[in-house]
């Protein structure tokens, strides 16, 4: 019998996914036959509202090779990522969404750039993501907000390989606002990218709504950046120079016109200060509200049952 060629460890975050499952382990199965390596799906259940881990539970019986994991409760994708990081043990781990918008056959394509670059990670980035205008310029703001304030070279994707011992400087992080793809390059030694494709998604909908992405996006901005205090600066400085200007403009009525200093002037001035104050420190405070929260080291997640 042939040698199996790579043992990969293919790790699925998984939330209410319960009707795309079957179809995802399939392809899994098949590629990963057909290419003859020796794998493991790690499934991992972030506390799903529909039957998701009832269907792990079934298709394990179908495939040996799935291991499931199921969290107490819903703790965010990239939690339940590094949650699946912890339970894999392949030579390569590769990290893609449920929905099947990222192709298990393209996989090999990720292992071939990591052996001709010797990279410790690879991202597989879309030719042209298959989402709506609005959430691919949010992707892009945010990209480039963490690209200037934090460690992220490039934008980031879903769908990655990661070799182990990449993966096991990562698992024992427990900053309680993860985010994996930031840990992730803070350890890597040889980043690289390459072109995927994105399709659209078989079934259901996206688990994201506007406004819980943007409440993400805003998360990730102020635990991985100094960018909310950098924006305080610069608000301050902008309104310090506009406040000189309103004085400087009263300043030359009082004296070439005789105006008196209004009422309405005053007002403006005491509301726009009271404004620019309170900003600043509702700004700090969630800094101050992060600290207070890692002084507790509450656990980054809780597995309720495995299979």
Request: charged share 20%; aromatic share 12%; hydrophobic share 45%.
């Amino acid at each position: 019998m042939e040698e199996k060629k790579h043992f990969i460890s293919i790790v699925v975050p998984v939330y209410n996914s319960a009707a795309s499952l079957a179809s995802l382990c399939e392809r899994v199965d098949v590629h990963c036959k057909a290419s003859q390596w020796h794998y493991e799906l790690v499934l991992v259940d972030d506390g799903s509202a529909d039957q998701s881990w009832t269907e792990i539970k079934r298709l394990k019986n179908i495939y040996p090779s799935i291991h499931g994991v199921r969290l107490h409760k819903n703790m965010g994708q990239h939690k339940a990522i590094l949650c699946g990081l912890a339970n894999a043990s392949g030579e390569w781990i590769a990290t893609m969404d449920d929905d099947l918008q990222f192709l298990p056959e393209d996989i090999q394509v990720l292992l071939d750039c990591a052996s001709t670059t010797h990279a410790d990670m690879v991202y597989g980035m879309p030719e042209k993501k298959q989402n709506s205008f609005f959430r691919n310029l949010g992707s892009k703001t945010l990209s480039r907000i963490l690209m200037s304030y934090a460690s992220l070279p490039a934008e980031g994707s879903s769908f990655k390989l990661i070799h182990h011992s990449l993966a096991q400087k990562v698992i024992h992080y427990r900053h309680p606002f993860l985010f994996v793809d930031e840990v992730l390059c803070w350890n890597a030694k040889h980043l690289e990218y390459i072109t995927v494709s994105h399709k659209n998604r078989e079934v259901g909908k996206s688990n994201y709504s506007f406004f819980s992405l943007l409440k993400m996006g805003i998360k990730l901005i102020i635990n991985y950046t100094n960018f909310p205090l950098r924006l305080i600066t610069y608000f301050g400085l902008l309104a310090f120079i506009v406040c000189l200007g309103i004085i400087a403009y009263f300043i030359y009525n009082k004296y070439e016109h005789g105006a008196e200093l209004g009422f309405t002037s005053l007002i403006v001035s005491i509301f726009m200060s009271t404004g620019l104050i309170l900003f600043c420190i509702g700004v700090i405070g969630e800094y101050l509200n992060r600290i207070f929260i890692l002084q507790s080291e509450k656990p980054l997640y809780v597995i309720k049952e495995k299979v």
